[in-house]
């Protein structure tokens, strides 16, 4: 039972969808270097740091969890806030060892990405949109993370996915700012939605949407994917422009709860886009 509760505190598909991320660097990385070596590597790495930013996210959140999140594993008491700490510590480590193993570049930007990941967890998620903004850079760092474990280097290529990833990703964490205004202000986090109201936040999460759908032929038009992409990224940018046409018609804590929610479901199918248009 304990075990299965350190799983769940570790949300095992949010790291599997950071490897998946880090394979889609490798992709369009010069190199493609890969052997079963680094990528097991890179799996412990995508894993364990994801991990630990969850099981930090828990640790601070636990007294807002206690109302919010009841069934979590440290208000639940299934885990106390002590082990949930330790389990931090250790999947960190874990992560950035492999990391180690892999090469110096990887090690770095792995140190990097997990200073931001802590960083928010522990203050930068009262700042409001700079909170946004480290949670999308997190967020697009596999793909960095994937072409400098082939090519000990950024390829340009990534950095134009990466940027259509952040933006879409900034777009859906305006928008969740939205449907807890109220818990917010008793935290005292700084969202777009609670300083500017609801509105505001819903226009300026729709845009990020849309910007991110007006660029999405970009990867194209500068030749890095193949033909098949843009019909596999025209779903994601349906739901995109849906989504974004929701919130401005109704700027509720409902109908955001809803779309950021499905704005999963849409960056899961850019994600595939990009294999899609990465191998054929």
Known sequence: MRAKSFLK???????????FAVLIGV???EKQNVTFETGFYAFVTAFGLTSSSMALNDYFDKEVDTVNNPSRPIPSGEISPR??????????????????????????????????????????????????????????APFLYGSLLSDASISQRIVVLALLAFLANTGREVIKGMTDVE????????????????????QLGATLYLSAVVLSPLPYLLNIVGPYYLTAVAAADVGFVFSSIKILKNPSPQTARKQKNLTLVWMFLALLSFAVGGVA
């Open 9 to 19: 505190l570790s949300r095992p598909p949010n790291g599997l969808l950071m490897f």
């Open 27 to 29: 992709l369009f990385s």
């Open 183 to 202: 818990g917010d202000a008793l935290r005292q986090v700084n969202t777009i939605a609670r300083k500017y109201g609801l509105g505001r936040a819903a």
């Open 83 to 140: 082990a949930a700490l330790l389990f931090a510590v250790f999947t960190a480590f874990a992560g950035l060892f492999t990391a180690f193993q892999t090469s110096p570049e990887c090690l770095a930007f792995a140190s990097l990405t997990y200073l931001v990941s802590a960083s928010y967890n522990i203050f930068l998620k009262k700042t409001g949109f700079f909170g946004n903004l480290a949670v999308s850079f997190t967020v697009v």
